[in-house]
């Protein structure tokens, strides 16, 4: 999104904890109806109002309490080589870790029953999923999580706090969806993976000031993982 170094003022910084709390629990409500309270069409309902309120919210805010205007920028001073190697390395951690440790602390059959459960159960749907989550869903989670929430810790932290801070924002979502697929073992490790991932994509945003070059990254990543899925679902 927007270039260019982000300049706070005291009111801004006062409604930054404001547009947090409005945004942040968001995506959590919606794994937790879909996958746990309501699984089946009320879940998915909640869950994809989840997300449209993710996708509206940080738009409205812009023009009516920033008053500025959405633009989608390039990179400055380049990004994408960064990004490209952040996203094969933690790639390759990930398949390492899948490797070496997989088959020990994966239960295959319960994954292939939440697999089921949340309709991705068949390979024309997993690719289906796969697809949304690899080339728009992950641009959505940086226009939310690097655009917007990180901009909202920067009025509120030092830069690499605020890395931090939209990092650990990313991931409490993602630990609801990891325990209900795992074990804690899983979910902590996974949990950790997701946190450094979305804190080095924070840096990303904050070194190029574009949701290009993460959301390249993320998609290298999302590839890697709906990879492993599908060797644990469909053998």
Known sequence: MRTGTPSYSTGHARSAGLALLLVVPAASIGVWAAMIAWPGPVGEAIFLAAKAWMLLVPAVWLLLVDRDRLRFSPARRGGFGPAVLIGVVDGAVIVLAYALLGSDWIDTGHVRAMAEQ???????????????????????????????????????????????????????????????????????????????????????????????????????????????????IFG
């Open 118 to 232: 949340n309709c991705i159960g068949t390979p024309a749907r997993y690719l289906a999923a796969a697809a949304f989550w690899i080339l728009v869903n992950s641009v959505l989670e940086e226009y939310v999580y690097r655009w917007f929430i990180f901009r909202r810790c920067e009025a509120l932290l030092p830069p690499p706090a605020a890395v931090v801070a939209s990092g650990l924002c990313f991931t409490l979502h993602h630990v609801i969806a990891l325990k209900v697929q795992f074990d804690w073992t899983v979910t902590v490790v996974g949990s950790v993976g997701v946190f450094v991932g979305g804190a080095m994509w924070s840096w990303l945003y904050l070194r190029y000031r574009s949701i290009w070059p993460g959301d390249l990254s993320h998609a290298i990543v999302d590839v890697v993982v709906f990879a492993i899925g599908w060797t644990i």
